[in-house]
Nanobody, 131 residues
Framework: QLQASGGGLVPPGGSLRLSCAAS????????????IVWFRQASGEEREGVSC????????FYADSVKGRFTISRDIVRTTVYLEMHDLKAEDTGVYYC??????????????????????WGKGTQVTVSS
């Protein structure tokens, strides 16, 4: 129900746009309801929350490490969430996953970056920042 794409190899300072196509939620609701969260996982490290967009009101949240460089957005008609990434650094390297959670079942505002709260996961897309 979630499919991430758009990863690749970019040099430091480069840009990428990731896409998360969402469909088939059990409730029948879509991106105007669910919160969609981007996580990433570097080799040998724990999965960390990168950014979130809350479906009900469009609120956006970012990890401190990506503020000012990453932008999350959504296209409800295309049922897709995007993550625009600029000024990429080596430490941004990892597998990027998108996940979804019911905002009335999980305190998204406080806990958006906690992976165990997510209901749906997509397969990841690899982002490698290297010269």
């Amino acid at each position: 129900q979630l499919q991430a794409s758009g990863g690749g190899l970019v040099p430091p300072g480069g840009s990428l746009r990731l896409s998360c196509a969402a469909s088939g939620f059990r409730s029948g609701f879509g991106l105007n309801y669910y919160a969609i969260v981007w996580f990433r996982q570097a080799s040998g490290e724990e999965r960390e929350g990168v950014s979130c967009i809350k479906g009900t009101d469009g609120s956006r949240f970012y990890a401190d490490s990506v503020k000012g460089r990453f932008t999350i957005s959504r296209d409800i008609v295309r049922t897709t969430v995007y993550l625009e990434m600029h000024d990429l650094k080596a430490e941004d390297t990892g597998v990027y996953y998108c996940a979804a959670v019911d905002p009335y079942a999980w305190n998204v505002k406080r806990l958006w970056n906690i992976s165990r709260g997510m209901e749906y996961w997509g397969k990841g897309t690899q982002v490698t920042v290297s010269s």
